[in-house]
């Protein structure tokens, strides 16, 4: 509760994750809550016209909002959403709580939440198992030679194909969040040797979900070893172009590269480069630098690369996973209690 009125949770996100039918599954989870249900979205061509404005130092036009939109937004105490206008606090200056309909964030530096006193929170976790089963399908895809077997199979050529174990391999897992770990998990059958790289580590640190843990400072040394790289870390400025020429160049001949993070961390020139050189045996992307990828990039092109459009998370099970998450956290708001995948305002990443 909130003095003599009751606690209002806001939806704002829409397509296939959530629609109207959202406010009957929440409000069961939240009874007393009052929920509301009022769509928002922007273009991708709305979101970079503003990373374009902001970049440059201009200002910014006061946005658009439907009555019901700011009605509800007025007494919103908790938002969930994919989309936010850039003045959300304008509009919601009762907001404690932005909780995010994915992992990543970065689309929501605009609004100026920390300095409002809005907690911002990710849905880290809930994608997880799809998408390690993505990594996972991805993999036998390349060490089975499924491309060159379909290929036969449309030229009707009965034709041995000599196809890889995965057995064996080292993995290296570059970053031990939900998705890494949840990766690293499903791999254990597989017989394969697990390498973990964390941000910090101590010294004598063992892990659970992988047979040795390195700090990022040893990120290279790893790259080394690894017959396979999977990228699950969250982007910041630091990350940007983390993967260069230097550190393609750094990993084991025809290794294998996976990025399923996010499209910033990758020098996509230089990854092309590694292909088409084969320094690289294929690599792995649900993301790109800019999304939806232009016809014309040259990355479409590159040899043995498995490309996919942002779409590793299977939906069938996340709306409810992501309700429920985000019902345990205006409970928590409601409560006093602490917020589950807290984002550090300063460090861009949950704590």
């Known amino acids: 509760m909130s003095g003599d009125r009751p606690l209002t949770a806001a939806v704002l996100a829409v397509g296939n994750l959530v629609g109207a039918d959202v406010v009957a599954d929440l409000g069961a989870l939240l009874p007393g809550v009052d929920v509301r249900w009022s769509p928002y979205t922007e273009t991708i061509e709305q979101r970079v016209e503003r990373r374009r404005l902001r970049r440059a130092g201009r200002p910014l036009e006061r946005t658009e909002l439907s009555d019901a939109l700011r009605e509800t937004l007025l ?162 400025e630091a990350t940007n172009r983390w993967f260069d020429a230097d550190r393609f160049a750094a990993m084991k001949p025809g290794a294998v590269f996976c990025n399923v993070s996010r499209g910033s961390m990758v020098d996509e020139e230089a990854l092309r480069t590694a292909l088409e050189g084969g320094r690289l045996g294929a690599a792995i992307l649900d993301v790109t630098r800019v999304e939806p990828l232009p016809a014309e990039d040259p990355l479409w092109g590159a040899p043995n690369l498995y490309l996919t459009p942002h779409s590793s998370t299977s939906v069938d099970r996340y709306a409810p996973r992501l309700l429920r998450l985000y019902a345990d956290n205006v409970t928590r708001l409601a409560e006093g209690r602490p917020l589950r995948n807290r984002i550090d305002p300063e460090l861009g990443y949950r704590v």
């Open 75 to 236: 007494a919103a105490d908790a938002v969930l959403a994919f989309d936010v206008p850039w003045d959300l606090t304008v509009f919601a200056p009762r907001l404690r709580l932005l909780q995010a309909v994915g992992a990543g964030v970065e689309q929501y530096d605009h609004a100026g939440l920390a300095a409002h006193g809005v907690t911002l929170c990710n849905a880290a976790g809930i994608a997880a198992p799809s998408m390690a089963e993505y990594v996972i399908g991805r993999l036998l895809e390349v060490y089975k030679g499924s491309r060159a077997v379909e290929q036969l199979q449309r030229d009707r050529r009965w034709k041995r194909h000599e196809t890889r174990e995965l057995a064996g391999a080292t993995v290296a897992i570059v970053g031990l969040g939900a998705i890494g770990r949840a990766t690293a998990q499903r791999l254990r059958g597989w017989e394969v040797t697990l390498l973990g790289v964390r941000r910090r580590v101590d010294p004598a640190a063992t892990d659970p979900d992988v047979d040795e843990v390195f700090a990022v400072e040893d990120l290279d040394l790893v790259l080394g070893r690894a017959d396979v790289v999977v990228l699950t870390v969250p982007a910041t």
